[in-house]
């Protein structure tokens, strides 16, 4: 049990260090991937960006390791439970004073996930005008 603990205690060190190369990059395209669909066309995301791919790869790349992150994240908490679904306790158990990293990709994620229709409402009332 003290190898697991070890791994579990490493594996969200990692975790933690990497959220803050990771959690900026990712907030910075979810809101900007929210604007195209607000104001642009929904279905062709940043299109003067993603036809190059030397910017499309690195883009694809935060927009995956987010996904990544966040599955990382519950299976380290997860193992570190013993639970496949832990507790709010064993979440602060193990991430501590850290717990606001996950709950701040959870909510990026979120926010990347809202559906295209709120998209369009919150565009025709903002800047855009009508959808």
């Keep these: 049990m003290t190898g697991d603990r070890t791994s579990v205690t490493r594996g969200i060190g990692w975790l933690g260090r990497s959220w803050w ?7 910075a395209l979810t809101l900007r991937l929210g604007v195209e669909r607000a104001c642009a066309e929904p279905y062709d995301l940043l299109p003067a960006v993603t036809s190059h791919p030397a910017w499309a ?12 992150w966040i599955a990382a994240a519950y299976v380290a908490t997860a ?36 559906p ?12 855009c005008g009508p959808p």
Excluded: C, Q
């Design 21 to 27: 190369l990771l959690f900026p990059a990712f907030t």
């Design 116 to 127: 295209l229709e709120w998209w369009r409402w919150l565009g025709a009332i903002a800047t």
């Design 57 to 68: 790869w690195p883009l694809a790349s935060v927009y995956v390791l987010a996904h990544v």
């Design 79 to 114: 193992v570190g439970a013993g639970s496949l679904i832990p507790s709010i306790v064993h979440w602060r158990e193990w991430w501590g004073r850290e717990s606001y990293k996950v709950l701040a990709i959870a909510g990026a994620l979120t926010v990347e996930y809202m």
